[in-house]
């Protein structure tokens, strides 16, 4: 039992090994792209403001959680903020403080499992360490969903404010019709804005902390669009609906090639499973045969190798089958 708990955890840490080299290696070039853009489109949006305490949101709501001295010192550095503003962007009700407890928790729960089921001690790190960073994933996991559907439902947020704006109401009475008709998280942002506007914010300052906490690229196009318009003029209702547009067309682009790249990424998903799948049912037809491989130094190698090259295999053929759009 302690050989096959050695060998899930290495499995573990050498997928996360490769996986971490593929963001370095694949997803390098695209972040810094991405990274120029949203600097040339945050010339035209961004507003100088003071550091002050009441610069920002007007509208805050505070959680507070088990450990209030961690959650005041994390808000006082810029590292603190970013994880801050990355739970709320996944929509958990949850606190910095009470995310690290969550997962000091699930560090040790992970820990003493694995070590009491490997009676080794050397479970405690890697069970530790999974544990440790499971809750991370869960926000992450939380926060990608969230943002997906936010993407995916604002074409009719703006075609909503469009039609306010073609009836014509102003545009704050768009924001307030979003906030009212729409779902999360769609109608909860857009109300931020309309309190934050509607409070005294100037319309400029409530599209930047709408672009701050949904960190999505139509969302940066749209406040550029409203505010050019406030300053040059010009129709923003058909500037909305084409935005609209070309939003859907993004996304049946998208659904289009994963369509064609469906092929592929089946394959590579039969390709990992594979190998695991035959290694069971031969356990089962040739015990003695499979014993060579958990008991001999060498089996412990191999294993290793083929599992670091099916998770190599997978990650290539994962990027070979992604088209940018």
Request: aromatic share 10%; charged share 20%.
């Amino acid at each position: 039992m302690a050989v096959y708990v050695l060998v899930a955890s290495v499995f573990v840490l050498g997928t996360g090994l490769v996986f971490a080299l593929f963001q370095g290696l694949f997803r390098l070039p695209s972040y810094l792209a991405e990274r120029r853009l949203q600097a040339r489109l945050g010339e035209l949006s961004v507003t100088e403001v003071p550091d002050s305490e009441d610069s920002g949101e007007l509208v805050k709501e505070k959680l507070s959680g088990p450990l209030p001295v961690l959650d005041r010192y994390a808000s006082g550095t810029s590292r603190g903020l970013s994880l801050t503003r990355w739970l709320d962007q996944s929509g958990v009700r949850m606190t910095l403080s009470a995310l690290f407890l969550a997962s000091i928790a699930c560090g040790f729960a992970f820990g003493f499992l694995i070590a009491t089921i490997s009676h080794l001690q050397v479970g405690w790190v890697i069970g530790g360490t999974m544990g440790f960073f499971t809750p991370f994933i869960y926000v992450k996991v939380k926060r990608t969903r969230r943002l997906r559907k936010f993407e995916e439902t604002f074409p009719e947020a703006l075609d909503l404010v469009s039609r306010a704006l073609k009836a014509g109401h102003a545009f704050a009475t768009g924001l307030k019709m979003v906030a009212d008709e729409m779902d999360d998280p769609v109608g909860p942002e857009f109300r931020k804005v309309f309190d934050e506007q509607n409070f005294g914010l100037p319309l400029k300052d409530a599209l930047q902390n709408l672009t701050d906490r949904i960190p999505v690229l139509d969302v940066r196009f749209f406040a550029t669009a409203v505010l050019i318009q406030r300053e040059t003029g010009g129709n923003l209702s058909e500037i909305l609906e084409n935005l609209a547009h070309v939003v859907r067309e993004r996304f049946k682009i998208l659904r289009q090639v994963r369509v064609y790249t469906a092929h592929g990424r089946l394959t590579g998903y039969v390709l990992l499973a594979l190998p695991a799948f035959l290694g069971i049912a031969l356990m089962f037809i040739n015990p003695e045969h499979m014993q060579l491989l958990f008991n001999h130094p060498i089996g412990h190698m191999l294993l290793i190798a083929a599992i670091i090259m099916q998770t190599v295999g997978y990650f290539w053929i994962k990027q070979v089958v992604k088209i940018e759009v």
